[in-house]
T-cell receptor, first 111, second 114 residues
Framework: GEDVEQSLFLSVREGDSSVINCTYTDSSSTYLYWYKQEPGAGLQLLTY?????DMKQDQRLTVLLNKKDKHLSLRIADTQTGDSAIYFCAEKEQAGTALIFGKGTTLSVSS | EAEVAQSPRYKITEKSQAVAFWCDPI?????LYWYRQILGQGPELLVQ????????DSQLPKDRFSAERLKGVDSTLKIQPAELGDSAMYLCASSLGGAGETQYFGPGTRLLVL
């Protein structure tokens, strides 16, 4: 079945760049997403990328997709303390289906 | 900005009791999802609706869980009887449907079963 793997924890200093990595097993994954979850809250959509793209940039966020290695990354430039949260990678095979999530990466930003 | 609404935000109950959660999706969103998130894990799908019809409930423990979306708008998820292992965050999400649609999540209901 489908599986999404993420590293569990990342610690960075304020102002540095953060890179959160994700690997997935389903080669037919068509849509890939990054969500952010703050303590006790729901999931906030950060960005997404379709499988026919290699890169997407949105302000401080850059998503890179390596389809050959089934690897997805999220880079946050100039990381701020407000970026401290859990980041989830998610994928789905086709439109109209549910998301398959990783276990989340906890990002800790120190000042 | 339109949001997915959920209530209650927190629920404490004793095992064997019944609980119910409510979700109101973003207006016009035909697809509604209920996910369960156990502490330290990512969300996992419980049930998916397209309008008022169930599309996928393969992971819903049907002996104790039920879900409905009678008019194709808001939805209710019920657990009866609740068990200790049901303690989790229950998240509702909605999407327009169609190719490339994104899912928008509500704030969740945190359930604690004692």
């Amino acid at each position: 079945g489908e599986d999404v793997e993420q590293s569990l924890f990342l610690s960075v200093r304020e102002g540095d760049s953060s890179v959160i990595n994700c690997t997935y097993t389903d080669s037919s994954s068509t849509y890939l997403y990054w969500y952010k979850q703050e303590p006790g809250a729901g999931l906030q959509l950060l960005t997404y990328i379709f499988s026919n793209m290699d890169m997407k940039q949105d302000q401080r966020l850059t998503v890179l997709l390596n389809k050959k290695d089934k690897h997805l990354s999220l880079r946050i430039a100039d990381t701020q303390t407000g970026d401290s949260a859990i980041y989830f990678c998610a994928e789905k095979e086709q439109a109209g289906t549910a998301l398959i999530f990783g276990k989340g990466t906890t990002l800790s930003v120190s000042s | 900005e339109a949001e997915v609404a959920q209530s209650p935000r927190y629920k404490i109950t004793e095992k064997s009791q019944a609980v119910a959660f409510w979700c109101d999706p973003i207006s016009g969103h035909a697809t509604l999802y209920w996910y369960r998130q156990i502490l330290g894990q990512g969300p996992e799908l419980l049930v998916q609706f397209q309008d008022e019809s169930v599309v996928d409930d393969s992971q819903l423990p049907k002996d104790r869980f039920s879900a409905e979306r009678l008019k194709g708008v808001d939805s209710t998820l019920k657990i009866q009887p609740a068990e200790l292992g049901d303690s989790a965050m229950y998240l509702c999400a909605s999407s327009l449907g169609g190719a490339g649609e994104t899912q928008y999540f509500g704030p969740g209901t945190r359930l604690l079963v004692l």
